[in-house]
């Protein structure tokens, strides 16, 4: 069974820099894309990033581009999100998620998703 | 970007009622569809994808129909466990967006 579960989220002070982890484990991790969706407390789904299995290229939302970076490690079945320069708007609980953002493609599964909170 | 609408964005049922869920993209995404269930503090699951496609192990009491601009996300038969939010997704361009959610709760 194909399972992802995130780690690395915290507090941290706005301006600040944070590093997520998503380790992956029950299927062939180089033959997905992969990535990494947020939601503020009580609210709903942000699409944050996505990287994709063929060539690796980034995508980013608007709302993070140049202040974020995700990356993955496929020899150790790991997907990363670093976060700079963090505002407050950026508190959420972060999730992994497999699968490719465009055509015919949809998350599944998902991390059971990670705190990070940005406050002084 | 594309915006995603759902109706309504909240909804009180009970077990055994027939529900439906509306999703209205703001330009045609073909069945570029797809639905999840968000219970409290859980994950977002993946329900139907691609319009009317049920997930692998999904119960069949879920359906979804529709193409172009609107579409229907049906529980035929509400269980306790579908007490939740649940959530459209368009992957039709990027970057793929969510509708802002629409919770059942219990009547």
């Known amino acids: 069974e194909a399972q992802l579960v995130e780690s690395g989220g915290g507090l941290v002070k706005p301006g600040g820099s944070l590093r997520l982890s998503c380790a992956a484990s029950g299927f062939t991790f180089s033959d997905y894309s992969m990535n990494w969706v947020r939601q503020a407390p009580g609210k709903g789904l942000e699409w944050v990033s996505g990287?994709?299995?063929?060539?690796?290229?980034?995508h980013y939302a608007e709302s993070v581009k140049g202040r974020f970076t995700i990356s993955r490690d496929n020899a150790k079945n790991s997907l990363y999100l670093q976060m700079n320069n963090m505002r407050a708007d950026d508190t959420a609980f972060y999730y992994c998620?497999?699968?490719?953002?465009?055509?015919?493609?949809?998350?599944?599964?998902w991390g059971q998703g990670t705190l990070v909170t940005v406050s002084s | 970007d594309i915006q995603m609408t759902q109706s309504p964005s909240s909804l009180s049922a009970s077990v055994g009622d027939r529900v439906t869920i509306t999703c209205r993209a703001n330009?045609?995404?073909?069945?570029?569809l797809n639905w999840y269930r968000q219970t409290p503090g859980k994950a977002p699951k993946l329900l139907i994808y691609t319009a009317s496609n049920l997930q692998s192990g999904v119960p069949s009491r879920f359906s979804g129909s529709g193409s172009g601009t609107d579409f229907t996300l049906t529980i035929s038969s509400l269980q306790p466990e579908d007490f939740a939010t649940y959530y459209c997704?368009?992957?039709?361009?990027?970057?793929?967006?969510f509708g802002q959610g629409t919770k059942v709760d219990i009547k």
């Open positions: 330009q045609s995404i073909s069945t570029y």
């Open positions: 990287i994709r299995k063929t060539d690796g290229s980034k």
């Open positions: 997704q368009q992957s039709y361009s990027a970057p793929p967006t």
């Open positions: 998620a497999r699968g490719f953002w465009s055509g015919s493609g949809w998350f599944d599964p």
